[in-house]
């Protein structure tokens, strides 16, 4: 069974636009060791512009590893026994990483660069069982107003762009890997267009999973503290949508997805991966059900240590008390 943790290299994954990399050595040693003390057997590291791509070398910010470094850390990692995934996000709303094909998103520039990054990092990470495309949040009109994007994709481009890389990584011998949004908002749709034997899904769920938790939550002002009111919603507005993301994620195991649902710290919520490893374990077919993460969603830097061995121990804590 998988027991999996994000990682962050590159950070230009979002709106921001950092020159070099906010990442320490000396945290990511501590992440590895903490990975193989707690029993993890995979970290998925989002690469964004944190590799110096031969490909397209334009990407690489200061800071970005070589590629022989990318070698050393996927074989240190394998004799600890631990998989190392990379993870490319090429959603619209996470890929300013691209640097100006962003700009040119579905264009045949666009496709090619984007095979070619899969193709190389795939032989990088010396074939890796997945390669991760990220694809969460993708198609909220809302959401890219919030971040002033220059474009975003609709209707039949998202279909035929979401099948366009998970053609790319099939092709490579890899499986794709996804975040759950869009089988989860489009369930139906989602399940002509892209087949069971063809992706991995990970629905987040970053608070309680209970219904009786979700008043309880130590993380209300949090929530409200880190939105900001930008997207309009407070904390029990949104609760329904992680009750849907749950919903449809044991849905979709139990319709053939490979599933890897992920919890996180990042809601400071005390009740999260108790919930959502219960909660999953309970109620999926275990055959599609092969594996948890935790996403702790910060750098890769001492400051945020904290927070990336609370990520470990609370999902550590979860499978001693609910997987046999």
Known sequence: MIWSIYAMLGQNMWWQDHPELDFEDEAWEELIRSAHEHGFNQIVLDLGEGVQYESHPELARKGAWSRARVHEEVARCRDLGIELIPKLNFSATHHMWLGEYRRMMSTSVYYKVCRELIEEVYELFEHPTYVHLGMDEEGDPQFFKELDMVHYRQGELIWHDLKFLCDCVLKCGAKPWIWADMCIYHPDEFRKRI????????????????????TLISSKQRYIDSNEGKMGLTYMEEAPIWQAMTHEGVKAANDGYDTVP???????????????????????????????MTAPWIRTNLKQLGQIKASFETLAAAREKFVK
């Not at 034997?197 to 309680?208: E, G, N």
């Not at 400071?268 to 594996?291: A, M, P, Q, T, W």
């Open 262 to 292: 992920c919890a996180s710290v990042w809601g400071e919520c005390e009740y999260c991966s108790d919930d959502v490893v219960e909660h999953f374990i309970n109620n999926c077919n275990n055959e599609h059900l092969i594996g948890f």
């Open 195 to 214: 087949p069971y034997t063809d992706v991995v899904l990970s629905p987040w769920i970053y608070f309680a999973v209970r219904r009786e938790h979700w």
